[in-house]
């Protein structure tokens, strides 16, 4: 039996590939646990933070109490992950737990979160699951420790939204968005250089602001404050470019990589270690360090005849849908489960 712990409620989960193709592809018996709706719509931080403990620990219990010894729980977000391990030790029912999304460790990590991890990493029947392949080592030194047991699965497409053939577009714009790592100063100085070149970022208004300060926003850039998922999407839906210029090396922006290529449209995003692999061996996908040579290169795509502009953006899509699909991650799973 697989038990799957998501953090997102059951009408709102865009993990919910995950629960069919195991259904689907495998002959386990999966069930799942989902969090109640009532806390995404909290608006006080402090009190929400409470409750995702609470809530965190209460489905731990209940999903330790209804497993039985060779059952199999998988939890998607780290930090619940982290207090079913705990919580499944403390009661000595060690079950066979798989905890997702372990993304790169931060250097603020609060004494709590590394005992926690640490007593994770101890459980030989714990296994993490990074989304890129230099993660592990980021966490073995982080951690002060020799040893993980671990398996890479990268993000990957969801295939219960739909795929979209790439096609021209008639309001042609370049969409930037997320709430992470993003280089929003960079940006705003390509779309400085581009005033013919229509942009729309949807930001988290806290990181953006702090990040851009006194720097002016150009008249050809729109800025749309923390919209919710799916007003996010649309916007992306309807560009002609998706721009993900990041500032650091961390994992980020890896899901607007992936909903670009499902949604038909180019993207460019910064080279990391972590995005190298969604880039087609053929197809340049790496937005430049240089301004001037990352203006070349937007002008170029949205210039292109319409023909050579779907190619190019076929050859992208087909990479993503080839090599992320929801069935290669079942496939490992199955050999560590």
Same mark, same amino acid.
């Given at each position: 039996?697989?038990?799957?712990?998501?953090?997102?409620?059951?009408?709102?989960?865009?993990?919910?590939?995950?629960?069919?193709?195991?259904?689907?592809?495998?002959?386990?018996?999966?069930?799942?646990?989902?969090?109640?709706?009532?806390?995404?719509?909290?608006?006080?931080?402090?009190?929400?933070?409470?409750?995702?403990?609470?809530?965190?620990?209460?489905?731990?219990?209940?999903?330790?109490?209804?497993?039985?010894?060779?059952?199999?729980?998988?939890?998607?977000?780290?930090?619940?992950?982290?207090?079913?391990?705990?919580?499944?030790?403390?009661?000595?029912?060690?079950?066979?737990?798989?905890?997702?999304?372990?993304?790169?460790?931060?250097?603020?990590?609060?004494?709590?979160?590394?005992?926690?991890?640490?007593?994770?990493?101890?459980?030989?029947?714990?296994?993490?699951?990074?989304?890129?392949?230099?993660?592990?080592?980021?966490?073995?030194?982080?951690?002060?420790?020799?040893?993980?047991?671990?398996?890479?699965?990268?993000?990957?497409?969801?295939?219960?939204?739909?795929?979209?053939?790439?096609?021209?577009?008639?309001?042609?714009?370049?969409?930037?968005?997320?709430?992470?790592?993003?280089?929003?100063?960079?940006?705003?100085?390509?779309?400085?250089?581009?005033?013919?070149?229509?942009?729309?970022?949807?930001?988290?208004?806290?990181? #953006? %602001?702090?990040? &851009?300060?006194?720097?002016?926003? @150009?008249?050809? *850039?729109?800025?749309?404050?923390?919209? =919710?998922?799916?007003?996010?999407?649309?916007?992306?839906?309807?560009?002609?470019?998706?721009?993900?210029?990041?500032?650091?090396?961390?994992?980020?922006?890896?899901?607007?990589?992936?909903?670009?290529?499902?949604?038909?449209?180019?993207?460019?995003?910064?080279?990391?270690?972590?995005?190298?692999?969604?880039?087609?061996?053929?197809?340049?996908?790496?937005?430049?360090?240089?301004?001037?040579?990352?203006?070349?290169?937007?002008?170029?795509?949205?210039?292109?005849?319409?023909?050579?502009?779907?190619?190019?953006?076929?050859? #992208? %899509?087909?990479? &993503?849908?080839?090599?992320?699909? @929801?069935?290669? *991650?079942?496939?490992?799973?199955?050999? =560590?489960?």
């Amino acid at each position: 039996m697989i038990y799957i712990i998501f953090d997102r409620p059951q009408n709102n989960n865009d993990k919910q590939w995950l629960f069919d193709t195991l259904k689907e592809k495998t002959n386990f018996d999966v069930s799942a646990f989902y969090t109640p709706s009532f806390l995404l719509q909290l608006k006080i931080p402090a009190v929400s933070k409470i409750l995702c403990v609470l809530v965190a620990v209460y489905m731990s219990i209940k999903c330790i109490v209804v497993s039985h010894k060779n059952d199999t729980i998988l939890c998607w977000s780290s930090m619940p992950g982290l207090l079913l391990n705990f919580i499944s030790r403390l009661c000595g029912n060690n079950r066979r737990l798989i905890l997702f999304n372990w993304l790169s460790p931060s250097p603020r990590l609060k004494s709590i979160h590394v005992y926690l991890c640490r007593k994770a990493v101890d459980n030989p029947q714990c296994i993490l699951s990074f989304n890129s392949y230099h993660l592990p080592e980021e966490w073995k030194k982080r951690l002060n420790v020799n040893k993980l047991h671990y398996v890479i699965i990268p993000d990957v497409y969801n295939s219960n939204d739909e795929i979209i053939l790439p096609c021209e577009k008639k309001d042609k714009y370049c969409f930037a968005g997320g709430y992470a790592y993003r280089n929003w100063k960079y940006l705003l100085n390509l779309a400085e250089s581009l005033q013919e070149i229509k942009f729309v970022c949807c930001v988290s208004k806290r990181d #953006f %602001q702090n990040q &851009i300060k006194n720097v002016p926003i @150009p008249p050809n *850039v729109r800025v749309l404050y923390d919209v =919710v998922e799916k007003e996010y999407y649309l916007w992306m839906r309807n560009s002609s470019l998706v721009l993900l210029p990041l500032k650091t090396n961390k994992v980020a922006g890896l899901i607007n990589i992936i909903k670009s290529a499902q949604y038909g449209i180019r993207c460019l995003f910064s080279y990391t270690k972590a995005t190298e692999m969604y880039a087609p061996q053929d197809l340049n996908c790496f937005l430049p360090d240089d301004k001037v040579a990352a203006c070349d290169m937007i002008q170029g795509i949205l210039n292109q005849p319409e023909e050579t502009y779907k190619a190019q953006t076929q050859e #992208f %899509q087909k990479h &993503i849908l080839s090599n992320f699909s @929801p069935e290669s *991650v079942v496939e490992k799973l199955i050999c =560590v489960i």
